[in-house]
Each structure stands twice: as structure tokens, then as C-alpha cells.
């Protein structure tokens, strides 16, 4: 407990010095004492400085695939995410759009079994989603609304057999782009936010 005392001490120092200045909020991301197993962490510094960073563990999916059969093309984003909730994108040629969040899960034990309304009429995905290869690591650095924001983690490839049902049609699927994440998010607020 003494050691998180002195860090928070020595964080609000560090950012006090620095005067606001990016080496502050450089120095403040790299505190030693940053908990890896916590879902969310803040700091107990006064809310007249900025505060330390704000870490989110966040998992889920992104699929997106497309196809194809006669003149019915179709276009699909699947997304889960743990903190920020699931949805289901569909597009039906250039103008039927089909859009739902949920909070379950849309793929369960490696199937996938989600319907949404496409011009009144229901577009099923149903399919298998697989995990292959190894998970490949990232980290990604960006800032956004006086933020800095560094994510880092993994990604793993997904394949699987997917079709879209629609209308009596049955349109097999391509994964564009598949993958499972397992992500730790760090906000810094910057400039004083």
C-alpha cells in the first residue's frame, strides 16, 4: 500500500513539474505500478491536475464478409465487444440495410446464429467461427478528444463458413477480415482535460 501511496505522490509530482507538457503524460503512462489484472484503474489524484491513465480490458470479434449469388450481393460486420456491446450489420445490394445490437453473445461455442430485419423480411447469419493460428501482437497509439490512447494486445485470426439467408436465398459468405482480440486500453487525458 506504501509503494502505491508513493507512486500517486511521485505521479502528481511528475505531472505538476512537467507543467502539463507531453514528457509529464509520457512519464505518467510508464508508472511502474499499473495493475495488469484490473478491468479499470484511476487514479486518486485531485481533480484540479489531470488524472493518471484510465486502462479498460476489453475482448470480442470483428467479422466482416461478403457475397454474392445472381444479383443479390450482401455485405456483413459482425462486432462483440465486452465493454461497448455486441452488434450485427447487413447490406442488401447498395440500398437494404439491416443493423441490431444485443447484449448476448452472437457467437456461442463457435457458432453463430443472429437474424435482423432487412425491408421487413428477416437476413439470418448462421455459420461456424473458428480460432486459427497464433494470437499476433499489437500495440496502437493514437489520440483522439484531447486523449492519448495506447491499446495493446492481441489478435487471432478467425475463419469459419458463414451464409446469409435471405428471402428463400441462401448466399455463402467470404470472411474479408476475421479476428478475436483481447485488448488493454490506457487513456491519458492530455493538455489539461
Known amino acids: 500500500m506504501q509503494k502505491n501511496n508513493k507512486t500517486r505522490i511521485a505521479l502528481v509530482?511528475?505531472?505538476?513539474?512537467?507543467?502539463?507538457?507531453?514528457?509529464?503524460?509520457?512519464?505518467?503512462?510508464?508508472?511502474?505500478?499499473?495493475?495488469?489484472?484490473?478491468?479499470?484503474?484511476?487514479?486518486?489524484?485531485?481533480?484540479?491536475?489531470?488524472?493518471a491513465a484510465d486502462v479498460e480490458h476489453e475482448s470480442g470479434i470483428v467479422i466482416e464478409a461478403s457475397g454474392?449469388?445472381?444479383?443479390?450481393?450482401?455485405?456483413?460486420?459482425?462486432?462483440e465487444n465486452s465493454v461497448h456491446g455486441n452488434s450485427v450489420q447487413v447490406v442488401l445490394g447498395d440500398e437494404q440495410i439491416g443493423h441490431a445490437e444485443q447484449t448476448p453473445a452472437l457467437v456461442v461455442d463457435g457458432v453463430l446464429q443472429v437474424s435482423v430485419k432487412v425491408d421487413g423480411k428477416d437476413a439470418t447469419l448462421s455459420g461456424t467461427i473458428t480460432r486459427t493460428g497464433r494470437p499476433e501482437k499489437l500495440t496502437e497509439p493514437v489520440q483522439d478528444a484531447g486523449e492519448q490512447i495506447i491499446t495493446r494486445g492481441t489478435h487471432t485470426q478467425l475463419v469459419g463458413d458463414v451464409t446469409l439467408t435471405y428471402d428463400g436465398v441462401v448466399i455463402p459468405l467470404d470472411l474479408d477480415s476475421a479476428f478475436a482480440y483481447e485488448l488493454d486500453v490506457r487513456k491519458v487525458a492530455l493538455y489539461g482535460n
Not at 489484472?37 to 489531470?50: I, V
Not at 454474392?68 to 462486432?79: H, I, M, N, W
Request: charged content about 10%; glycine content about 10%; proline content about 6%.
Open 68 to 79: 454474392a449469388l445472381g444479383e443479390l450481393t450482401a455485405s456483413v460486420t459482425v462486432y
Open 13 to 51: 509530482a511528475v505531472i505538476l513539474i512537467a507543467g502539463l507538457s507531453g514528457v509529464g503524460v509520457a512519464a505518467a503512462q510508464a508508472s511502474p505500478s499499473d495493475s495488469k489484472g484490473a478491468e479499470r484503474t484511476t487514479s486518486a489524484a485531485p481533480s484540479t491536475s489531470p488524472r
